[in-house]
């Protein structure tokens, strides 16, 4: 298995433009999760789906953060617009059967908006 | 609220120095706790996963630790080389199905 595969690698967008995050899980996964990496809070998670349904989304920082998993197979994380302060590398991960059994995480998207 | 803490931020050691990573944390109703390495501009890689009911997880060279009433585990780490240095992160669960709470992690430097 290619393991949990992000993309882009890097983003540079500019301020107000829309930025769209994508996710494709390891086959067979059950959750998904995406996270938020900065060095002032470290990581902190921003949602995750159990069986494709939203669990958790306490940590979405506000309206301007939608996440969405249409299938097993793949999801995106989209802010609109984008803000500096956006800036930072988001994770995805994907475990079977939830937090119970480990995190299997992608290499991370690096966001920067100027 | 969980709160994970790891001190200190960066630690750098001679090469074969055995070694101790700590992590606190503040609820002790822990479902279970993970060690994490992240190389830089990379992805975390799960170490070691220890169940609440566990005290112990070992893989290689690496042992972790758990012990729930004091709210803390360490990350032992024997003969270190070089190819260790990177940042070890550590992060708790409260649930099955409820999200991990990480420490901001330790950057350890292994020196040749």
């Known amino acids: 298995d290619a393991g949990v595969i992000q993309s882009p690698r890097h983003e540079v967008t500019e301020m107000g433009q829309e930025v769209t995050l994508r996710c494709k899980p390891i086959s067979g996964h059950n959750s998904l999760f995406w996270y938020r990496q900065t060095m002032m809070r470290g990581l902190e998670l921003l949602i995750y789906f159990n069986n494709n349904v939203p669990i958790d989304d306490s940590g979405m920082p506000e309206d301007r953060f939608s996440a969405k998993m249409p299938n097993a197979s793949f999801s995106t994380l989209k802010i609109q617009p984008s803000e500096p302060r956006d800036s930072a590398v988001y994770f995805c991960a994907s475990s079977l059967e939830g937090v119970g059994y480990g995190y299997t995480f992608g290499s991370g998207t690096r966001l920067t908006v100027v | 609220k969980q709160e994970v803490t790891q001190i200190p931020a960066a630690l750098s050691v001679p090469e074969g120095e055995n070694l101790v990573l700590n992590c606190s944390f503040t609820?002790?109703?822990?479902?279970?706790l993970q060690w994490f390495r992240q190389d830089p501009g990379k992805g975390l890689t799960s170490l070691l996963l220890i169940q609440s009911s566990q005290r112990e997880q070992t893989s290689g060279r690496l042992n972790a630790s758990l012990d729930k009433s004091s709210g803390r585990s360490t990350l032992y780490i024997a003969a270190s080389q070089p190819g260790d240095s990177a940042t070890y992160l550590c992060?708790?669960?409260?649930?099955?199905?409820?999200?991990?709470?990480f420490g901001k992690g330790i950057t350890l430097s292994v020196r040749p």
């Open positions: 992060a708790v669960g409260t649930g099955a199905n409820s999200k991990l709470t």
């Open positions: 609820d002790s109703a822990i479902y279970n």
